[in-house]
């Protein structure tokens, strides 16, 4: 795993099993502090309470194999075999109970992939995905919150509209980046109160939905509701806004090793943004760039409510946030995945497309991590199965890319659209063979002299174009979606 053996920081891996360390042997009231036994500068907390109520179920467990694994200050940088089995074993166990589950059952209950092979099929496309598979077993993080948004998902999908809040507060209360997915949730919901009448079943659905999220919320933050400076801490822990713009940007250093491909690392190859913005101004443009960007899905959603436009959503407001936020690390490119995962058998093409994009931005932490030759089978294998699967080949006209409706709008003004099939295939096969090039490249050839961050800056860049490109082109689709489409219900 990735910083083994290389102290001080020994890497992610480290980090879970020191926040395991830190939330069996210390009071709650000292797990966001600073303190002689907790010091914050050697992987402090800074996720929100699920996430360490999980490393204190997960080292409770771990006190009863062997205590030397979260010994107060004597297990730093521990390494056994036992203890990676250990660990490895909770991530497993973290995707059969939550996420594994959410995804078969998203699969087998959608009325347009019924017949069960069809589902099967589905169900693997998503479970396949190479760029969580690479992060969560190989970088080592859990899916717990990415599987419990899928379960909000699942059960707004059936009108379970409270145990969707549920299931939504709880990923948002294991980790905050579940943001991106924040606004389509609220709007989706919102656009169904209005929708029911402000004044009679609406009033009464949006009076339901506000308690359930704040006794969900007050129900994961009471231990530290004692205090009006442990939860300010708490916050400060969760949002450490005076570092930057490009805290998760490593163009400040002399060798990234692992780049965000999100605009601000992009452009600050040809403008130094950093240098002539202040912090506090860095994080209001960012703030307003985002929001300008995902309000039209935002009203589009609000206006007419569907669960198609509110996956579609999930897209575009996930990918928002991960190009033009404050503090974007490569790895939230997941938070926009997941929910393309969910409409590879709407928009196999694209979403295909898309997920490999997504991965290859990442391949500069996947050669830091050493996951190089799991990234060369992953890689080729998801995408065979998405060509045997959906024959996403095939799939490339505007219907199929779901702008039937820009087209007509278009009709008589641009000829080009009859050949999109032809041009969007071709540019499919570009993108390959480029990416295919670079990770070539990044993986077996030096860098020049002069130019030693060549490859990894060309991997940000060449992602970041694809991101934004898509960003337009998921846009397209939720605006010009037919007013009157009938919303694809579950069965």
Known sequence: FVGA?????????????????????????????????????????????????????????????????IALHTSRGYESQPHKLFMRTTVFVADLLVYIPAVILYCFSLKETSAKKKASTFALCILLYPGLILIDHGHFQYPLSLGLALWGVLCLSYDWDLLGSVAFSLALNYKQMELYHSLPFFCYLLG????????????VLLTKLAGTVVLSFAACWLPFATDVEQIMQVLRRLFPIDRGL????????????????????????????KNIISPRTQLKLSFAVTFLSLLPACIKLTVQPSLRGFKFALVTCALSFFLFSFQVHEKSILLVSVPVCLLINEIPFMATWFLLVSTFSMLPLLLKDGLLLAYAVTTPAFLAVCLASFSILEKTSAEDLQLKAF????????????????????LFLLSL???????????????????????????????????????????????????????????
Request: glycine residues 4%.
């Open 246 to 273: 490009f805290e998760a940007c490593m163009f400040s250093s002399p060798h990234p090793t692992a780049l965000s491909s999100n605009i601000w690392c992009s452009l600050s190859v040809l403008i130094k943004i």
């Open 433 to 491: 063979s480029l990416m295919g090039v670079l990770s070539v490249l990044s993986a077996a050839v030096p860098p020049p002299q002069r130019l030693p961050d060549l490859f990894p800056v060309s991997v940000s860049v060449v992602s970041c174009f694809h991101f934004l490109l898509f960003l337009v082109y998921f846009n397209v689709v939720i605006l010009w979606d037919s007013k009157n489409r009938s919303q694809k219900k579950m069965s």
């Open 5 to 69: 053996g290389k102290p001080p920081m020994y890497g992610d891996y480290e980090a879970q099993r020191h926040w395991q360390e830190i939330t069996y042997n210390l009071p709650i009231r000292q797990w966001y502090f600073n303190t002689s036994d907790n010091n914050l500068l050697y992987w402090g907390l800074d996720y929100p309470p699920l996430t360490a109520y999980h490393s204190f179920v997960c080292a409770y467990i771990a006190k009863l194999i062997n205590p030397d694994w």
């Open 407 to 426: 087209s007509l709008s278009l009709k008589g003004y641009v000829s080009w659209f009859k050949s999109l099939p032809r041009i969007v295939r071709s």
């Open 192 to 203: 169904k109160c209005f929708k029911k009448g402000l004044k009679g079943k609406g009033l």
